[in-house]
């Protein structure tokens, strides 16, 4: 009888993996699902509160004068029918206004009440090089615009950041200051006027977490953790070598520094790039196998020599490589300049607790633990594990996709693909983090794009799909979760849309595949996009690169519809 591994760790709401990781699957339902209740699952997923995301491509393209936020708003008060915006000028704030490289320029407004923002709406008019209007696309709350009530608050700031650090159990020392903003936030057929609170702080628990506590009341509305599981004053730049976890040779880019007491020569050598111009560096940290905040970016990764080849140094060389291989994945590729495209430092710390079998991206870098020893090594060891914690990073800086249900399975699977897209060898993620017992067992990576029904889900979920236990291929295989079981299947639902991008890359290649789904999550996708507008936004994205009915197009297009995802 094979023995049930279960991760040494809670459910972190957006860690690298989640729950138990079973070599053989079992089974809470029969196998054998009825067609009604395929159809239950398929009419909970639609069952989206309204309004939904739109996606509205131009037929007869209007052309202005200028592509700008008074165009934008001119051209939705024109059509305000067709967008439900009825008085744009008031409902919608500055615009943001971004031309890429294909000329196109877009036009990113945030809807507001009284100065005041909803949460997760905004209004996006794309534009083409001749200044006509191609699309709009969004998330935009009619009953927000009409309903008439109060934008002051009754509780104060310093009040709600008390409610949300007590809801949260939050310790006293934090990552950083928690912050407090007022919203409008939408949630169970109500309209809230809340403070949204974000607490980060780290431990054996960690946590990124979001509060919404309502203005007028002080009570917590809503809450959920967006922790995604993944300066150089004399230091000089120099070149060291290392060996990685799996025993590979790696050229690093390092620093030096003369300190007082290092060593005969007071020099001491640093896992720290400063190779690169425009960005603030690529820093690797120890965290000593410390549970403490304090530690995650106290002790910069350093050694007597350029050498960094024991044991205990090789998490840190894999950590540090790999962060660069990600960092020119994206400037090559994309002409992408770091995580948030402006230069932003990359860092990462391993060494993260004891026995640690998990990473994750806190929204300001990445951490490593050790693994356990048995399931997972060194989870640095994976450069699909660090491109999937960056790809979090560049989600956040971009279409900041929130982190529960569709949207959050969106979050996943982008930072799958592109975990695939950087280590493209194969279609797997996390292959080169697994352990002997795992491997013994059958698991021989964390998950599949290419065949994701391969693998079990932890039985927790099991009575919320389609009586498989496996993780779903297809929308009739869909997990209709509850928020407190993996943010209500971030991890699990992801698997839907890994499988669609697989079998349009199969047909177009990796790199097309990479333009296409880049183009989408930076141009067309916003916080509340779901299944629906990712097939959308997909699809016009290789519109926009390759052109109307290309083979790249009708790819994008067949893969969804291979999914389920077929509107």
């Known amino acids: 009888m094979k023995k049930n591994h279960v991760i040494p760790m809670a459910v972190l709401s957006s860690a690298l993996f989640i729950g138990t990781v079973a070599p053989t699957p079992s089974y809470a339902i029969s196998q ?12 909970n997923v639609h ?4 309004p939904r995301p739109f996606f509205v491509q131009e037929k007869q393209k209007v052309k202005y004068t200028k592509a700008n936020e008074n165009s934008a708003k001119a051209h939705l008060k024109k059509n305000k029918a067709k967008f439900k915006v009825h008085a744009p000028d008031q409902s919608l704030g500055n615009a943001e206004v971004t031309k890429d490289d294909l000329g196109m320029t877009h036009v990113k407004l945030q809807q507001e009440k009284n100065g005041v923002p909803v ?8 534009y083409d090089k001749e200044n006509q209007v191609q699309s709009v696309n969004g998330h935009f709350n009619e009953a927000v615009e009409k309903e008439n009530f109060s934008t002051k608050a009754s509780v104060s700031k310093t009040e709600s950041l008390a409610v949300a650090k ?66 150089g004053d004399g230091y000089k730049a120099s070149k060291g070598a290392g060996t990685g976890v799996l025993g590979e040779n790696r050229n690093l880019h390092i620093s030096h520094k003369n300190e007082k007491g290092s060593g005969s020569k007071g020099t001491n050598f640093f896992l720290y790039d400063k190779s690169h111009e425009n960005i603030d560096g690529i820093y690797t940290y120890d965290a000593k196998n410390s549970w403490d ?16 080849k024991d044991e205990y140094e090789r998490p840190a060389v894999d950590a540090h490589y790999n962060s660069e291989k990600v960092y020119e994945y994206y400037l090559e590729e994309h002409d992408r300049n770091s995580i948030d495209g402006e230069g932003m430092a990359i860092k990462s710390t391993v060494h993260f607790g004891e026995d640690y079998a998990n990473a994750f991206w806190n929204g300001e870098q990445m951490t490593y633990g050790d693994g356990d020893g048995e399931f ?54 996390g292959e080169d983090i697994m352990a002997e017992d795992a491997i013994t067992s059958g698991r021989t990576s964390l998950r599949s794009l290419s065949n994701p029904s391969k693998y079990p889900v932890g039985e927790d979920y099991v009575p919320y799909g389609d009586g498989s236990g496996m993780y779903p291929s297809h929308m009739d295989e869909y997990y209709d979760l509850p928020l407190q079981l993996d943010n209500g299947g971030v991890h699990i639902n992801s698997s839907i849309i890994n499988h669609a991008a697989y079998i349009t890359g199969e047909q177009i290649g990796k790199e097309k595949l990479g333009q296409i789904y880049y183009r989408a999550l930076t141009v067309y996708l916003h916080p509340e996009s779901d299944f629906s507008h990712a097939r959308e936004s997909l699809i016009q994205s290789a519109i926009d690169l390759y052109g109307e009915g290309s083979e790249e197009v009708l790819a994008t297009e067949d893969g969804f519809n291979q999914v389920g995802i077929t509107e």
């Open 293 to 308: 905040y304090a530690d995650l970016q106290n002790h910069l990764f350093s050694s007597r020599d350029a050498s960094f």
């Open 166 to 231: 007590q809801s949260v159990e939050a310790p006293d020392d934090l990552v950083e200051p928690p912050s407090s903003n007022l919203v409008i936030y939408p949630f169970n057929d109500k309209n809230h006027l809340a403070y949204k609170v974000n607490v980060n702080f780290l431990g054996e628990n960690p946590g990124n977490w979001f509060v919404y506590v309502d203005a007028h009341t002080g009570e917590v509305i809503d809450q959920y953790n967006a922790l995604m599981h993944a300066d």
């Open 32 to 43: 054998e699902a009825s067609p009604k209740a395929h159809e239950q699952i398929q009419q």
């Open 376 to 429: 997972f090594i060194p989870l640095s060891a994976g450069l699909d594990v660090a491109a999937h914690e960056m790809a979090h990073g560049v989600t956040t800086h971009s279409a900041g996709l929130k982190y529960r249900f569709q949207s959050g399975a969106l979050n996943e699977a982008f930072s799958d693909i592109f975990g695939a897209l950087v280590d493209e060898e194969d279609w797997e993620i």
């Open 47 to 50: 069952k989206d509160k309204d």
């Open 119 to 126: 949460e997760g709406h905004q209004v996006i008019v794309h």
